[in-house]
């Protein structure tokens, strides 16, 4: 066995309402902080298989331009959600929920997502397919939430 292998299925533009933009500007208190805030987030969806421990999202996402060598202030997924096999069932949305045995496909976003760079996670680093619109289902099973 070669051991754990991580596809990305792809990287969606989320949709981004206008009260949720509001709600996230009442927090930031800035307009240009807030566009920039969504202008590179993205929703991941992935399926890591081969695993037989939780999957670490802490070091799940990608390294800083201003300081690649350094994993401290690494962006990384957050918010996820364990989907069904098919993709198209939610089964948990909370932290550390892409657990369990056999393939797992999930959902995370992260922010600051440079589309032209390598995700990083524990066993090294994955090349990302083009950016797309969000697809309806996932649109529905894992809405945006707005953070403080």
Same mark, same amino acid.
């Given at each position: 066995?070669?051991?754990?292998?991580?596809k990305?299925? %792809?990287?969606?533009? =989320?949709?981004?309402? $206008?009260?949720?933009?509001?709600? #996230?500007?009442? /927090?930031?208190? +800035?307009?240009?902080?807030?566009?920039e805030?969504?202008?590179?987030?993205?929703?991941?969806?992935?399926?890591?298989? %081969?695993?037989?421990? =939780?999957f670490?999202? $802490?070091?799940?996402g990608?390294? #800083?331009?201003? /300081?690649p060598? +350094?994993?401290?202030?690494m962006?990384v997924?957050?918010?996820?959600?364990?989907?069904?096999?098919?993709?198209?069932?939610?089964?948990?949305?909370?932290?550390n929920?892409?657990?369990?045995?056999?393939?797992?496909?999930?959902?995370v976003?992260?922010?600051?997502?440079?589309?032209?760079?390598?995700?990083?996670?524990?066993?090294?680093?994955?090349?990302?397919?083009?950016?797309?619109?969000i697809?309806?289902r996932?649109?529905?099973?894992?809405?945006y939430?707005?953070?403080?």
């Amino acid at each position: 066995m070669t051991g754990p292998t991580l596809k990305i299925i %792809g990287v969606y533009r =989320p949709h981004i309402t $206008s009260d949720t933009w509001n709600q #996230q500007f009442r /927090v930031m208190n +800035d307009r240009d902080c807030t566009r920039e805030y969504f202008d590179k987030l993205v929703l991941i969806e992935a399926i890591v298989d %081969g695993t037989d421990e =939780p999957f670490d999202m $802490s070091r799940f996402g990608q390294m #800083q331009t201003q /300081v690649p060598d +350094d994993p401290k202030p690494m962006q990384v997924g957050y918010d996820e959600g364990l989907l069904s096999e098919d993709g198209d069932t939610l089964t948990d949305r909370k932290r550390n929920c892409v657990q369990g045995t056999g393939p797992l496909r999930f959902a995370v976003y992260l922010h600051q997502f440079d589309p032209q760079r390598p995700l990083r996670w524990k066993r090294g680093e994955v090349i990302c397919p083009p950016i797309r619109e969000i697809p309806l289902r996932l649109l529905l099973l894992m809405p945006y939430n707005v953070c403080c």
